[in-house]
Each structure stands twice: as C-alpha cells, then as structure tokens.
C-alpha cells in the first residue's frame, strides 16, 4: 500500500528555516516523480517544486531561491528545505507522487507551516 | 503559465441529482487534465486524468469530459459523500490548479 507522510511543519517566525520530511512506504521515491503542493488556509493549491527520477528540480517563481527539494534514497523519504520564510508561505504543504504522465496519484496527509512572528 | 478557471465557484445541488462542474484552460492543455475532490480536512483526492480516465476505485458515476480547453466533470446520482470541493489540474506545462468549485447540498 502506498502511503506518504509528512511531518516537520510547525510555527516559525519571518526569516527562518524548515525542512520539512515525507515518509514514502509501498513504493520508491527514487523511482517516481515526487512533487510538493502547498494550500494556504480556505485558499487553493499551488505546486511548488518536483524532484524527477534524474534528481533535477524545479521550483514555481513564488519560491525559486528559498525552496530545495531533496531526497535520501536509503530513507526513502523525500524533503523540502524552506528558508527565508514569508507570510505569504503559510499552508498545508501535501507531499505528492507523480506518475509518468505527471499528474498526482497519492498525497500525503500535509503538515501546517505558520509563518507569524 | 496556463491558467484554470473553474465555474461556478459554488454549486447547489441535491442529492440524487447531477452536478456539473466546468473548468477552462487559457490555452490548449491537450487531454492532459485531472480533477481532485477535497473533503474538509483531508488531502485531496484523485478523481480523473487524462480528461475522462476515472482513477483506481473511483465509482462510474464520475465522469469527465472535454470540448477543446473546456473541461467537464458530471457527477450522476449524487451522495451525501460528494459533497465537496473539487479542483481541476492541467500538467501539460507543468502544473496549474483552477481555483475551485464547492459542491454543496441543496
């Protein structure tokens, strides 16, 4: 069974950094297109940054910069270091897989990142 | 980046009736288009792809369409667990959502 799970998120104030954690089981990230979406409260969702198999990456504009998505094979856990934190980067940030044909399958459960001094 | 608009923004509907839930791409997507249905809470949930595919597990009375880079998702006989927000997703240029429709009882 796949799951996805997310951990990592909490309160943190303007300027600082978090690396958020998902926990893949029932498949392996290095063998899968692994994305990260965010969803700020009552808002939408916003795809932030996929790692693909080649382990290349690519962010949205909104985060370019700030954002690194890694993984650790070994683990099989995928991550998203978030530095230099805004307001406006205050969400449920869901760990995603991706099929080949790049849309999303599974997603984890989220975990909240607060961003408010 | 491509947009999605989806409309309406909230839809009253019945139970036991039809929903229909419409998206459009600011240009051509191809049929690479997904719809998710989001319960208060929960993560998102994967529907459709490719316009019309219905994912794993997902029971008939979901069903997708497309007319160029108008989308639809109808949704027949509706239950009480339908009842919530759904999100179309175009990946044909990387990734892009449409901004929602509240499925909501009437």
């Known amino acids: 069974e796949v799951q996805l799970v997310e951990s990592g998120g909490g309160l943190i104030q303007p300027g600082g950094s978090l690396r958020l954690s998902c926990a893949a089981s029932?498949?392996?990230?290095?063998?899968?297109?692994m994305s990260w979406v965010r969803q700020a409260p009552g808002k939408g969702l916003e795809w932030v940054s996929v790692?693909?198999?080649?382990?290349?990456?690519y962010y949205a504009d909104s985060v370019k910069g700030r954002f690194t998505i890694s993984r650790d094979n070994s683990k099989n856990t995928l991550y998203l270091q978030i530095n230099s934190l805004r307001a406006e980067d205050t969400a449920v940030y869901y760990c995603?897989?991706?099929?080949?044909?790049?849309?999303?399958?599974?997603w984890g459960q989220g975990t909240l990142v607060t961003v408010s001094s | 980046e491509i947009v999605m608009t989806q409309s309406p923004a909230t839809l009253s509907v019945s139970p036991g009736d039809r929903a229909t839930l419409s998206c459009r791409a600011s240009?051509?997507?191809?049929?690479?288009l997904a719809w998710y249905q989001q319960k208060p809470g929960q993560a998102p949930r994967l529907l459709i792809y490719?316009?019309?595919t219905r994912a794993t597990g997902i029971p008939a009375r979901f069903s997708g369409s497309v007319s160029g880079t108008e989308f639809t998702l109808t949704i027949s006989g509706l239950q009480s667990e339908d009842f919530a927000v759904y999100y179309c997703?175009?990946?044909?240029?990387?990734?892009?959502f449409g901004q929602g429709t509240k499925l909501e009882i009437k």
């Open positions: 997703q175009q990946y044909y240029n990387w990734y892009t």
């Open positions: 029932g498949f392996s990230v290095s063998n899968n297109y």
């Open positions: 490719g316009a019309s």
């Open positions: 240009q051509s997507v191809k049929n690479k």
């Open positions: 995603v897989r991706e099929t080949e044909t790049s849309y999303f399958d599974y």
């Open positions: 790692i693909y198999i080649t382990s290349g990456t």
